[in-house]
T-cell receptor
Framework: EAQVTQNPRYLITVTGKKLTVTCSQN?????MSWYRQDPGLGLRQIYY???????DKGDVPEGYKVSRKEKRNFPLILESPSPNQTSLYFC???????????FGQGTRLTVV | TQLLEQSPQFLSIQEGENLTVYCNSS?????LQWYRQEPGEGPVLLVT?????EVKKLKRLTFQFGDARKDSSLHITAAQPGDTGLYLC?????????????FGRGTSLIVHP
């Protein structure tokens, strides 16, 4: 089954404790993206990647890092999480820029 | 980053009513997509429109891309409770060989039985 898998689904952590949210897709897609979704603000892109070892900043990259060492994986790293990073995070992949985006089920992160 | 404005932000209607959701921008888009997101899930693609003036139908949903490719609308006929969800439009343009679309803030629709 074609899918994008994120882990974990829920995470509560403390300020400053490094964390990684994993994302994996099994569709051999080139494009992968990370979004955060906040009430009233919609989906905002954090980082995106057009291929292995190619990443670029989206609209809200501050406080986040990503890597794309393999085509299928695109982890999101928060080196020192802060409460303003409490949000619902989505990973998405697409075959190319113009095609359908497939989203993971989301990771609800709370930073206290 | 292109700005996509969706309206209305919230919509609460009774089963059987018709509704229209709008997605507007000052930018011209190469293509525009509509997604629906249900609570606890990621967005799922409904349709992609690429040609100015294009109209696509998906059962009771009608999607239109403006002639100038700056705006789009989604019309739902005889809404049902199963249509409840967040409707998102996403558009973008090709730049430097890449195409990364931007999402609007969404329209939250509730259809009451």
């Amino acid at each position: 089954e074609a899918q994008v898998t994120q882990n974990p689904r829920y995470l509560i952590t403390v300020t400053g404790k490094k964390l990684t949210v994993t994302c994996s897709q099994n569709m051999n897609h080139e494009y992968m993206s990370w979004y955060r979704q906040d009430p009233g603000l919609g989906l905002r892109q954090i980082y995106y990647s057009m291929n292995v070892e190619v990443t670029d900043k989206g609209d809200v990259p501050e406080g986040y890092k990503v890597s794309r060492k393999e085509k299928r994986n695109f982890p999101l790293i928060l080196e020192s999480p802060s409460p303003n990073q409490t949000s619902l995070y989505f990973c998405a992949s697409r075959l190319s820029g113009y095609t359908e985006a497939f989203f993971g089920q989301g990771t609800r992160l709370t930073v206290v | 980053t292109q700005l996509l404005e969706q309206s209305p932000q919230f919509l609460s209607i009774q089963e059987g009513e018709n509704l229209t959701v709008y997605c507007n921008s000052s930018s011209v888009f190469s293509s525009l997509q509509w997604y629906r997101q249900e609570p606890g899930e990621g967005p799922v693609l409904l349709v992609t429109v690429v040609t100015g003036g294009e109209v696509k139908k998906l059962k009771r949903l009608t999607f239109q891309f403006g002639d100038a490719r700056k705006d789009s609308s989604l019309h739902i006929t005889a809404a049902q409770p199963g249509d409840t969800g967040l409707y998102l439009c996403a558009g973008g343009t090709a730049s430097g060989g890449s195409y990364i679309p931007t999402f609007g803030r969404g329209t939250s629709l509730i259809v009451h039985p």
